[in-house]
C-alpha cells in the first residue's frame, strides 16, 4: 500500500513539474514577444521618425507704423501687395488685420490699414475677405504693429533637437552595436524640405497634367516628317560622330 501511494506521488509531482516547465516557457516566449515589439516600434528610417505632416498654418506680415506718419513706404506696399497675391493662391480663411488701439502711434495705424485694405483689395481681395481687429500690447515697451495674418495649408516637421538617447558607447543606447541611426538623424532634412515646398499637396499625390502646346507640337511633327536622312552606303543610327 505504501509502495502504491509512492508511485501515485511520484505521478502527482512529475505532472505538477510538467506543468510548472510549460508555465515558465511560456512566460519567457511573453517576456521576449514583448521585448520585441517595443524594439521594432521604434522606425529605423528617419522619413518614419521624422514624418512631414500636412495642417493649417498662419501666415503673418508685419507692418510697422511710426507715431507721427500714416501710410505705408514703398517696400512696406509691396509687401502688401505680394501678401494679397499669396492670399488668393493659398489662403483657407479670412484676411485678419489686428491693428493697434490706445497706443501712440493709433491714429497713424488707423490711417495704414485703410490703405492696406485699399491695396489689397487692388489684388482681388473681396472686402469681406479682410477683418479689422484692434488690440491692446501686452508690454506697453513693445513697439505696436499692424499685424496681418491668414491660414493656409502647409508642411511641418519637427520639433528637432530631440535626444531621448545616448549615441555613445552606453548600455542605454540599444542601436549602437547594430550602428542604427540615432533619433534627430534626418530631422533637420525633413523640417526644410516642409519649409521649401511651394504646394504641399505635391508631397501627398502628383499634379495634373497640363495640356499640350499644339502649335509647337505641330512644328515638332512637321519637321520629324519632312526631314531626310542623309543616304550612306551603310546603316546607322545617327549621323554624329564616326
Same mark, same amino acid.
Not at 475677405?129 to 499692424?146: L, S
Given at each position: 500500500?505504501?509502495?502504491?501511494?509512492?508511485?501515485?506521488?511520484?505521478?502527482?509531482?512529475?505532472?505538477?513539474?510538467?506543468?510548472?516547465?510549460?508555465?515558465?516557457?511560456?512566460?519567457?516566449?511573453?517576456?521576449?514577444?514583448?521585448t520585441e515589439d517595443v524594439t521594432a516600434s521604434i522606425p529605423l528610417d528617419y522619413r518614419q521618425r521624422h514624418p512631414i505632416a500636412?495642417? *493649417?498654418? %498662419?501666415?503673418?506680415?508685419?507692418?510697422?507704423?511710426?507715431?507721427?506718419?500714416?501710410?505705408?513706404?514703398?517696400?512696406?506696399?509691396?509687401?502688401?501687395?505680394?501678401?494679397?497675391?499669396?492670399?488668393?493662391? *493659398?489662403?483657407?480663411?479670412?484676411?485678419?488685420?489686428?491693428?493697434?488701439?490706445?497706443?501712440?502711434?493709433?491714429?497713424?495705424?488707423? *490711417?495704414?490699414?485703410?490703405?492696406?485694405?485699399?491695396l489689397l483689395a487692388g489684388t482681388g481681395v473681396p472686402p469681406r475677405g479682410v477683418i479689422v481687429k484692434p488690440y491692446h500690447p501686452? %508690454?506697453?515697451?513693445?513697439?505696436?504693429?499692424?499685424?496681418?495674418?491668414?491660414?493656409?495649408?502647409?508642411?511641418v516637421a519637427g520639433p528637432c533637437g530631440l535626444w531621448p538617447e545616448d549615441i555613445g558607447p552606453s548600455i542605454k543606447n540599444k542601436?549602437?552595436?547594430?550602428?542604427?541611426?540615432?533619433?534627430?538623424?534626418?530631422?533637420?532634412?525633413?523640417?526644410?524640405?516642409?519649409?521649401?515646398?511651394?504646394?504641399?499637396?505635391?508631397?501627398?499625390?502628383?499634379?495634373? *497634367?497640363?495640356?499640350?502646346?499644339?502649335?509647337?507640337?505641330?512644328?515638332?511633327? %512637321?519637321?520629324?516628317?519632312?526631314?531626310?536622312?542623309?543616304?550612306?552606303?551603310?546603316?546607322?543610327?545617327?549621323?554624329?560622330?564616326?
Amino acid at each position: 500500500m505504501i509502495s502504491m501511494l509512492s508511485a501515485r506521488g511520484r505521478r502527482s509531482l512529475g505532472v505538477a513539474a510538467a506543468i510548472a516547465a510549460v508555465s515558465v516557457s511560456l512566460g519567457a516566449c511573453t517576456h521576449t514577444s514583448r521585448t520585441e515589439d517595443v524594439t521594432a516600434s521604434i522606425p529605423l528610417d528617419y522619413r518614419q521618425r521624422h514624418p512631414i505632416a500636412i495642417q *493649417e498654418a %498662419d501666415r503673418s506680415l508685419v507692418v510697422f507704423v511710426g507715431n507721427g506718419r500714416g501710410g505705408l513706404t514703398s517696400p512696406q506696399r509691396s509687401d502688401v501687395l505680394a501678401f494679397g497675391r499669396d492670399w488668393l493662391r *493659398e489662403g483657407t480663411g479670412s484676411i485678419i488685420a489686428e491693428v493697434p488701439s490706445g497706443t501712440l502711434n493709433a491714429r497713424a495705424a488707423g *490711417e495704414t490699414v485703410r490703405e492696406i485694405q485699399s491695396l489689397l483689395a487692388g489684388t482681388g481681395v473681396p472686402p469681406r475677405g479682410v477683418i479689422v481687429k484692434p488690440y491692446h500690447p501686452a %508690454d506697453p515697451r513693445t513697439f505696436a504693429a499692424i499685424r496681418l495674418l491668414y491660414p493656409k495649408v502647409a508642411a511641418v516637421a519637427g520639433p528637432c533637437g530631440l535626444w531621448p538617447e545616448d549615441i555613445g558607447p552606453s548600455i542605454k543606447n540599444k542601436g549602437y552595436l547594430d550602428n542604427r541611426q540615432y533619433w534627430n538623424f534626418g530631422c533637420a532634412n525633413q523640417r526644410n524640405l516642409a519649409a521649401m515646398v511651394d504646394n504641399p499637396s505635391d508631397l501627398v499625390q502628383p499634379r495634373a *497634367e497640363t495640356p499640350p502646346y499644339t502649335a509647337r507640337r505641330a512644328v515638332t511633327f %512637321d519637321t520629324y516628317r519632312t526631314t531626310k536622312p542623309p543616304l550612306t552606303d551603310k546603316a546607322q543610327l545617327s549621323n554624329v560622330g564616326p
